[in-house]
């Protein structure tokens, strides 16, 4: 089943406004990582965070992780019509699990340009 | 990391038929997955593809409906088997590339879109 929940589901924005995802989760976890999917393709790859991190950059991509909350969070800055896609939080759990990610329904992120 | 690639793209089956999904990474990984996206709903975990021995499956998932093989640490292949429209879905393969840590990305490939009539 799944254990994540995002918010918003959706997401309209102007090009160069800042969009903030987050994600809630129910178990203890590993790691999080979150992907962006175009139109239903493949999964990219965006960012990793680790359970004993509780932030990340990566260029125009900030993740935070509140363990005792259980959710994260991506926020994505200065944003842009290229950045139009749907976002997906995904957690691992590890141990026996380690590998077997739990997706969160995902945020579909609209931005106009 | 890994550069995945699947075969077919997408596909348009008649029920009652059997569809294989291949999924080929460029290096040597040691564990692979494949996940089911269903219209407009995040993916879920169908099984890991252990190589050299049985698949594991997730609760409500059987071997019968997706046989998978594993035959060598960078190819597997996914079998939807006696398709019904309720299998028409977005079908993924991801890989996990094992550094020695346990913090590690899993790629994913593009997908295969399958439409059952």
């Known amino acids: 089943s799944q254990q994540g929940e995002e918010d918003p589901q959706a997401l309209s924005i102007q090009e160069g406004e800042n969009a903030t995802m987050n994600c809630s989760y129910k178990t203890s976890i590993n790691n999080l990582q979150w992907y962006r999917q175009n139109s239903g393709r493949g999964l990219v790859h965006l960012i990793l965070i680790r359970s004993n991190e509780r932030e990340k950059h990566s260029g125009r991509l900030r993740v935070t992780l509140d363990t005792s909350k259980k959710s994260s969070s991506l926020l994505i800055t200065a944003s842009r019509a290229a950045d139009t896609a749907s976002y997906f939080c995904a957690t691992d759990a590890g141990g026996t699990s380690y590998g077997k990610l739990t997706f969160g329904q995902g945020t579909i992120l609209t931005v106009h340009p | 990391s890994a550069v995945i690639s699947q075969k077919p793209s997408r596909d348009i089956c008649q029920r009652g038929t059997s569809l294989t999904i291949q999924c080929q990474v460029d290096s040597q990984v040691t564990m692979m997955f494949w996940y089911r996206q269903q219209p407009g709903q995040s993916l879920t975990l169908i099984a890991t593809a252990n190589q050299g021995s049985e698949a594991t499956y997730e609760s409500g998932f059987v071997i019968d409906k997706f046989p998978i093989s594993r035959p060598n640490l960078t190819f597997s292949t996914l079998t939807v088997s006696n398709m019904s429209p309720e299998d028409s879905s977005i079908y993924l393969c991801?890989?996990?590339?094992?550094?020695?840590?346990?913090?590690?990305?899993?790629?994913f490939g593009p997908g295969t879109r399958l439409t059952v009539l």
């Open positions: 991801s890989a996990l590339p094992t550094t020695g840590g346990s913090y590690n990305e899993q790629f």
